[in-house]
């Protein structure tokens, strides 16, 4: 059977000229972007500003003063030309929104792109706090804007609690997010890429990729990778969060926090217990 005729079956045919990166940060988004990039028939970029847009603009659209002049259709149409105004995809190319936050507008998302796929990058925690935590380290002259809540003399361990906050935290947010998507009826509409296995056989999960997509198959280059946004990056204070080495190669490191604060988050790797994946999300 095609890739296609997979989709098919299961009922989640590509329609629709957009498909959404989501997840934890520092689990492979940038990574995944670079590599999409690389088809002359897709867009990715590091981040996208469209799920901002949509909270500016649902407010407006529900109740209140205007709510007389929208019904769904009418709220569909203006969300759906905030997507397409944005990313104006090619009559042929498939655009790749990336913001780790998509999995709280999941529900949303299907009602306007039925056939869209949301794309979760993960990571075990301890290693996304390890691998901010080196990036914090890196540049110790410079405040980022991630812990613009916490005062400049703050622990290792306050910065790792405020990162892990459910309401605002840069990993705690999206990872709530995602888990009640993970445990939705919607939950088919999420790939899930985990970090250490895209690394570790990339050719494996980015064909993976396309088959759940239904796109025919790309010779992806995993040797020439080079990715960076300076600009973005040292206007939030962390030179180097979305830098991409050239090769794409699993490199085993030591660890850079105290492993008691590595090893309290054993259990949050729901995404790799078969047990919990009772809806049916795609795991690559």
Known sequence: MTAKGDAQRRGLVNRSPIHFISGLPRSGSTLLSALLAQNPRFAAGVVSPVQGMFNGVLPVM????????????????VLRSLVDGYHRPA????????????????????????????????RHVGWIIDSIERLVRANPLQQSTLFAGLPAESSLYQRASYLLNAEKGLIGQPWSLMREAW??????????????RLTANPRAIIAALYKELGEEPFAHDFDNLAFDTPEYDTQIGLPGLHRVRPKLE????????????????????????RELNQRGAVVL
Do not use: M
């Open 91 to 122: 009559p042929d190319g498939v655009a790749f929104d990336s913001n780790r936050l998509w999995t709280g507008k999941l529900a949303i998302l299907r009602a306007l792109y039925p056939d869209a796929r949301v794309i979760c990058c993960v």
């Open 250 to 273: 699993a490199a085993p490191r030591p660890l850079a926090i105290p492993p008691d604060l590595f090893n309290q988050h054993e259990e949050a790797a729901f995404w790799r217990r």
């Open 183 to 196: 445990f939705s009826a919607l939950a088919p509409a999420l790939i899930v890429i985990d970090y250490e």
């Open 62 to 77: 529900g109740a209140g003063e205007f709510a007389t002049f929208f019904d769904d259709e009418r709220r569909a149409g």
